[in-house]
């Protein structure tokens, strides 16, 4: 007699995308890839970061990873919620950054709990996660990841960068270089490196990456760049990241025990 049919799970599709927010003294550090799918002959690209930004008052940064109708929903719902004036609070005028991280865990919930179970019957994935920082007037700057159940932990010192969607590739050189002291420029600088690993291990992630750099206590942008594959910059930490790990490689001693 045969076995009977296996109910088929809903496939899970590789997270096409790689965010980094790394919480320091000097400020915060936002980068998100560009690419949505990769195949052989179609490469999608979407922006995975949206700023709320009201200068001299807050600075909202949200990055996001999974599925991208569901993540596009949760943030449109933020934003309707920010044009209904302040009958209810929202993004313009919630008092700390702990609301905003909570605002956009309940809009996650909403979306996943009228989207989520189609999705579901269909076999497509519904991941959806979210990087959220930034400063409001009146409190120190802070990050948070919200994960796709709606729930959200905070930056810690101890703990003062969050990654979501194809993390592995990029986290060694991010634990090897930051702490909660490291300067702006050398954060940015270990995000590109960050960024250079990942998309050479994993053809699912790549360029353009959008990159904003925040500092604390400024309320207001210090730097946002989209760099693409033309940027000098990026092309020069490809090859010399590269030959200088070569170098250090051949450098070491063999070992002795060999």
């Not at 929202?90 to 865990?105: C, E, I, K, P, T």
């Not at 910059?233 to 170098?247: A, C």
């Amino acid at each position: 007699m045969p076995d009977p049919p296996r109910t088929q799970p809903a496939c899970h599709v590789p997270s096409m995308t790689y965010c980094v927010a790394m919480s320091l003294d000097a400020g915060i550090i936002f980068a998100s890839d560009s690419r949505t799918n990769a195949g052989v002959d179609q490469i999608g690209r979407f922006s995975k970061m949206k700023v709320f930004a009201q200068e001299g008052e807050r600075v909202i940064v949200t990055l996001s990873s999974g599925n991208l109708s569901l993540t596009q929903n949760a943030l449109s719902i933020l934003d309707q919620k920010a044009r209904g004036g302040d009958s209810e609070l929202h993004l313009g005028n919630a008092q700390s950054m702990f609301d905003v991280a909570r605002l956009l865990g309940d809009s996650l919930r909403d979306v996943k709990s009228r989207d989520g179970p189609y999705l579901m019957q269909n076999n497509v994935d519904a991941s959806a996660n979210f990087l959220i920082g930034g400063q409001i007037r009146g409190e120190p700057p802070r990050l948070f990841n919200v994960y796709g159940e709606g729930n959200f932990i905070e930056a810690t010192p101890d703990t003062c960068y969050f990654q979501i969607g194809e993390t592995k590739y990029g986290k060694p050189i991010i634990d090897r270089v930051i702490k909660r002291t490291t300067s702006l420029v050398d954060a940015t600088k270990c995000t590109m490196v960050s960024f250079d690993s990942t998309m050479r291990s994993n053809i699912s992630v790549g360029l353009p990456i959008d990159l904003l750099v925040y500092e604390t206590d400024t309320l207001r942008i210090k730097l946002s760049r989209r760099i693409e594959e033309t940027d000098p910059y990026f092309q020069m930490v490809h090859t010399q990241w590269g030959e200088g790990l070569r170098r250090v490689f051949a450098q070491l001693p063999d070992p002795d025990w060999t």
